[in-house]
């Protein structure tokens, strides 16, 4: 059973930091891009940032360019996101998600390119 288990969400203040993790189970992450993807009350999910099965490429949406970091250790079946410099903006439900599809050294940031979904972890920034 293929399954997507996302971890690191919580409470922060503007400015703080946190770091996602996405654990894969009843598969190898090697074989799929992996994105992060997030939804806020009322707004449709969105891509936040994507990595190619080796990790040579990623890419991001431009509102968090410069502050999110995603990373995969494939030794350990997972992938992360660094958020660094949050913004009460980047409050969201955040997803990860395994693309089925093989595209070589690229990865996509639309969510309809996924196959397989996480449960998602709740991020708040909040004074």
């Known amino acids: 059973q293929l399954q997507l288990v996302e971890s690191g969400g919580g409470l922060v203040q503007p400015g703080g930091s946190l770091r996602l993790s996405c654990a894969a189970s009843?598969?190898?992450?090697?074989?799929?891009?992996i994105g992060w993807f997030r939804q806020a009350p009322g707004k449709e999910r969105e891509g936040v940032s994507c990595i190619s099965r080796s990790g040579g490429s990623t890419n991001y949406v431009d509102s968090v360019k410069g502050r999110f970091t995603i990373s995969r250790d494939n030794a350990k079946n997972t992938v992360y996101l660094q958020m660094n410099s949050l913004k009460p903006e980047d409050t969201a439900v955040y997803y990860c998600a395994a693309d089925g599809v093989y595209r070589g050294s690229s990865c996509e940031l639309p969510p309809e390119e996924y196959d397989y979904w996480g449960q998602g972890t709740q991020v708040t920034v909040s004074s």
């Open positions: 009843g598969f190898t992450l090697d074989y799929y891009a």
